[in-house]
């Protein structure tokens, strides 16, 4: 598309994330040392150079990096097949039969990766992840469904692992998401941290003018969230956006937070 001489393209940072999300109802995945093996196990560079071209960048945390809350102090878990196998074992999970599938009390550690049909993205990834995962010794099943069927069995939470994403306010508040008493159906990990909660209450009576208090507030939350590992944080995404080079603006034209169409009204044909 730069190649097109009528095309102007534009990338900037978004304000989203995409994540693999565990049911914590799950047996597998209630215990923290687990996720934290499984964040160790996928090697979430290959997923954001191959899956996309190198447009994004690794994630950690629930809150974009374009964010003026986002904490830059949390470190991104490494890739280390070894480290994940050893936190696996002190979870006592082994692979007891030879198989090449890790067990703990006669059961496999098996499940379902589910995402939506039809994005290419998301289906890419959930086959890295499927690779990835099989080198410690989890056998993962891999679901793409049409996105009513997909989008009924989340909100059932009638699932062991998905992958999705969230677009994000500008505001930082995460309440609809995180917030184990107001997020209803949206936090259908079934994510609880009452620390979590409290933190969020306390952001929203903060006054404007004190910004950096609440902003403190929102590193603490993304600590909190990081230390829980409900997701694994995949992606921050960055938007690429073409368009028709005979458009301009006295303000210019270029990607901001909340898109590339910020100024469309000031925008104009060129003569």
Known sequence: FKATPHVEVYEYDALAYGYMGYNLKNELFSEAKVREAISHAIDKETIVDEVFLGFGRVANVPMAPISWAYNPNISTPVYDVELAKKLLAEAEFTDIDGNGIIDKNGKEFSFTLMTNKGNKQREKIAVIIQDRLKKVGIDVKVQYLEWPSFVDKVSAKNF????????????????????????????????????????????????????????????????????????????????????????????????????????????????
């Open 160 to 271: 062991d692992v998905i992958i999705l994403g969230w677009s994000l306010g500008i505001d930082p508040d995460a309440s609809s998401i995180w917030h184990s008493e107001k997020a209803g159906d949206f936090n259908f990990v079934s994510y609880h941290n009452p620390r979590v909660n409290e933190i969020l209450d306390e952001g929203l009576t903060v006054p404007g003018c004190r910004k950096k208090d609440r902003r403190k507030l929102y590193w603490q939350f993304q600590e909190e969230v990081a230390k829980d590992q409900p997701y694994l944080f995949l992606y921050y995404a960055k938007a690429v956006v073409g368009v028709n080079a005979k458009f301009d603006s006295d303000t210019g034209i270029f990607g901001t937070p909340i898109g590339v169409l910020w100024n469309v009204d000031k925008w104009y044909i060129k003569g």
